[in-house]
């Protein structure tokens, strides 16, 4: 069932006077003019005059996506108001006008209409749910019920900059290469359309056979020239049909994740960065308070591979049965050994929020150093790529060249 979409907040513009009889205006978010009347007179402003702004015509051009890491300063930003006392409520206007994100500016007011109609903090930011998830509206719930909201949200915020620096780190590794490799091919199209055409005029009054190798890039240039557009809706086809299958087919999914953890390259870098992912996301869980039953089914979600999302759910159901957690990852076989010593230690001492902790830092720092040896490695390879490419092209050109004396 789709979620409810959020009804729309509104600015209004307003005039009157305050406690002292003093004549004051500004302006207030709100869903209507009398909600907004109400919240007012809870200020002691007497309102004379109220009317809603109207929207900038460009504004609804081009609005701005709320991207996860909006959602974490955003968190840190009201974790750090409230540990400095401010209320809630007033903490949310405070972090809103310092956004740069017009879209979570929205949605932060928004969540302060809700809160100040009496909803809960959790209650609001479940109205929206592509921004919030159901781990982060849970851990929020479970720090409203305990009375300790502030390091609740302190706790949410590391976890959510943790989760996105590692994000981060990945897309970093697989950012750089992927760029180099398409302007190659974008290059490599160039030459074989604007540039082979001419050398391939000039070898025609050589009056002789040309090599293999040149002959091959001319007959290749001579079926982008004419199928080009083919070439070009085919590639587009694949890489639209690949997104909407990974979107719509779950079999598919798994197979990539599947296919990732086995990859020769990035499957360490993956192994790693889900481990990482399974253990901070279990450290913060279960040192919210949250059950290690309910725990591991968000870690289950949060590990973002079809593999360990299985396994956790079946460690889970272990666990329900009594079974220790450590014997539980051991017998599943995928989790390195470093991990389930730590897990066990925790469990032995009742520390085990802070040995996850730990298992967590030590794997993202892994990840870190495998995606700087990662990048070490591909600029060599890269090199190799650009110079088969365009090197190869360029040599394919110019034999005909050299072997012109003998032509004379």
Not at 316 to 326: I, P
Not at 372 to 391: K, N
């Amino acid at each position: 069932m789709a979620a409810k979409k959020p009804e729309a907040i509104l600015t209004f513009a307003y005039e009157g006077l305050d406690r002292k009889g003093q004549k004051t205006k500004g302006e207030m978010p709100g869903k209507n003019i009398a909600l907004v009347k109400a919240q007012l007179r809870k200020q002691g402003i007497n309102v004379q005059k109220i009317h809603k702004k109207a929207n900038n015509p460009l504004a609804g051009l081009r609005k701005p996506k709320v991207s996860p890491m909006d959602v974490a300063i955003f968190t840190r930003q009201l974790a750090t108001m409230m540990k400095a006392g401010v209320p809630l409520v007033q903490s949310f206007e405070i972090v809103a006008e310092g956004l740069d994100n017009l879209t979570m500016r929205d949605v932060v007011l928004g969540i302060k209409v809700e809160v100040e109609g009496g909803n809960s903090f959790a209650g609001a930011i479940r109205k929206y749910p592509l921004y919030f998830d159901d781990l982060f509206c849970s851990l929020v719930e479970s720090g409203e019920q305990s009375g300790s909201l502030e390091t609740m949200l302190d706790r949410v915020a590391q976890y959510k900059e943790k989760s996105e620096l590692l994000k981060q780190k990945i897309k970093k590794a697989m950012k750089y290469p992927m760029s180099v490799i398409f302007v190659a091919i974008i290059v490599t199209v160039i030459l074989l359309l604007k540039v082979v055409p001419v050398f391939q005029e000039l070898f025609s009054s050589f009056g002789a056979d040309l090599p293999a190798f040149t002959m091959m890039v001319i007959n290749m240039s001579k079926w982008l020239q004419e199928w080009w557009f083919a070439a070009l809706i085919g590639v587009l086809g694949v890489v639209g049909g690949f997104v909407e299958l990974k979107k719509r087919s779950a079999a598919f999914r798994n197979f990539l994740d599947r296919t990732a953890l086995k990859a020769p390259i990035v499957g360490d870098l993956v192994f790693k960065s889900t481990v990482a992912r399974f253990a901070r996301t279990l450290s913060t869980t279960f040192s919210a308070g949250v059950p290690l039953v309910d725990a591991l089914v968000s870690c289950a979600g949060a590990t973002g591979n079809v593999v360990y999302r299985d396994a956790v759910l079946k460690i889970r159901d272990e666990v329900a049965t009594g079974q220790q957690l450590g014997f539980a990852m051991r017998q599943s076989g995928i989790f390195p050994s470093m991990a389930l010593q730590m897990v066990a230690i925790g469990e032995e001492s009742g520390a085990l929020d802070s040995m996850l902790d730990k298992v967590a830092t030590h794997f993202e720092n892994e990840v870190d150093n495998a995606v700087d040896g990662l990048t070490s490695m591909m600029e060599p390879l890269i090199m190799a790529v650009l110079g088969v490419l365009v090197g190869g092209l360029v040599v394919a050109m110019y034999l005909p060249i050299f072997q012109l004396g003998s032509v004379v």
